[in-house]
């Protein structure tokens, strides 16, 4: 059962541009989600996170947005690095329960 | 402290042979979870523990997984007669939970790879 679903394998932007990574949930008990960021032979890192009580949280260069309604989230990244190229994960918890992952969306920047 | 360590790091076994993987948490952390992540995919759960107790465990973790965390401190994750399909990259990571929700910390897993 895929709680959390990355529908975007792949995007690639241009170094300076906004990159868009999306996620979308079904579990409506979800209520803390995050973003990890995953180069590879690493473990993944956390990048942000935000509360369902939120709409919107914001560090740095990273931006992330909840739509609860629509129980859709995305991460902003703005101006877009080369060295933001990596896998990016979206990741979903609920109250007293483990964290449900997306598949990941690998982003390139192009400088 | 260094953050979450995982040892060892590869391990490469015959089919049919146990494996035992080692994950210490950030000291202080009172959560620890197992993952595994196969190619393109994200990391899917297996169990986690709260302190010593084991709370959760996926339908994924079949009767030849088992995992252990009996001081509250490291944890071993342990796969009897290993097939083919366990082939993976083993994931550890760790939290404080308390009042506030806080972000969970990954080791650099185990990549197990069965011939």
């Known amino acids: 059962d895929q709680q959390v679903k990355q529908n975007s394998p792949s995007l690639s932007v241009q170094e300076g541009r906004i990159s868009i990574l999306n996620c979308d949930y079904t579990?409506?008990?979800?209520?803390?989600f995050l973003w990890y960021k995953k180069y590879p032979a690493e473990g993944p890192t956390f990048l942000i996170s935000?509360?369902?009580?939120?709409d919107k949280n914001e560090d740095g260069r990273f931006t992330v947005f909840l739509n609860k309604s629509a129980k859709h989230l995305s991460l902003h990244i703005v101006p877009s690095q080369p060295g933001d190229s990596a896998v990016y994960f979206c990741?979903?918890?609920?109250?007293?329960?483990?964290?449900?992952f997306g598949a990941g969306t690998r982003l390139t920047v192009k400088p | 402290d260094t953050g979450v360590s995982q040892d060892p790091r590869h391990k490469i076994t015959k089919r049919g042979q146990n494996v035992t993987f080692r994950c210490d948490p950030i000291s202080e952390h009172n959560r620890l979870y197992w993952y595994r992540q196969t190619l393109g995919q994200g990391p899917e759960f297996l169990t986690y523990?709260?302190?010593?107790?084991?709370?959760?465990k996926s339908r994924l973790l079949s009767d030849r997984f088992s995992a252990e965390r009996p001081k509250g401190s490291f944890s071993t994750l342990e796969i009897q007669r290993t097939e083919q399909g366990d082939s993976a990259m083993y994931l550890c990571?760790?939290?404080?939970?308390?009042?506030?929700?806080?972000?969970?910390?990954f080791g650099q897993g185990t990549r197990l790879t069965v011939v």
């Open positions: 990741a979903a918890q609920s109250n007293n329960n483990d964290m449900r």
């Open positions: 990571a760790s939290s404080l939970e308390g009042g506030l929700r806080t972000e969970a910390f």
């Open positions: 579990n409506s008990m979800f209520d803390y």
């Open positions: 935000i509360s369902s009580i939120k």
């Open positions: 523990f709260q302190n010593e107790a084991q709370l959760e």
